[in-house]
């Protein structure tokens, strides 16, 4: 009303008002909010439609044997297909026992969203090991966490300009979350 959000009506059919708004979910449900009214108060809120979220699935190792010859920092395994990254997180957590704990990240888990999770850990293992020494003995335990019902907001080429503004035109409606602009 007059430029301001009036009163949100919640699934009950009751009513909230206030002074200040702040969507701060997910642009995926954000974008379900968005009606007639909103649209007509800022249209360019309507190019969240086209922003993307892909899962960035986490596979966690557990060796039977230390890797000693590894960094301890962050490393990124270049051209890596599925985009793999890891930390052996066993230097930093006490109680490890001198094996090696592996936590990679899959930031191209999307060829693999169909797969099994046992077939995404084979794949992903087959991969990993092109880069680092570790055959399929190697593996004591592993958990994959696909993230699939919780893909992970991407910036894709070109998706600036469809990404909102924290201050969108409605005059006490703010966005938060990964997909608004910011200078990160």
């Not at 009036?6 to 969507?23: F, K, M």
């Not at 909103?38 to 044997?65: C, K, S, V």
Request: glycine share 6%; proline share 6%.
């Amino acid at each position: 009303r007059e430029g301001a959000v009036a009163a949100v009506t919640l699934r009950d059919g009751s009513e909230v008002s206030g002074d200040v708004y702040a969507l701060c979910t997910p642009f995926e449900v954000t974008r379900t909010w968005l009606d007639d009214s909103i649209y007509e108060a800022d249209p360019e809120l309507g190019n969240m439609h086209f922003l993307e979220a892909q899962p960035m699935a986490a596979l966690h190792l557990t060796l039977r044997r230390e890797l000693p010859e590894l960094p301890r920092e962050h490393v990124f395994l270049h051209g890596s297909h599925y985009a793999l990254s890891f930390i052996d997180v066993q230097r930093f957590w006490n109680g490890l026992d001198g094996k090696a704990q592996l936590s990679f990240i899959s930031s191209n888990y999307g060829p693999l969203n169909e797969v099994s999770e046992e077939g995404a850990k084979n794949m992903l293992l087959k991969e990993i090991a092109e880069y680092l020494p570790i055959a399929p003995d190697d593996d004591e335990h592993w958990q994959l966490n696909s993230n699939l019902e919780d893909p992970l907001f991407i910036n894709t080429i070109g998706a600036w300009p469809n990404r909102p503004r924290s201050n969108s035109k409605i005059k006490n409606l703010y966005l938060a979350g990964d997909f608004v602009k910011n200078d990160i």
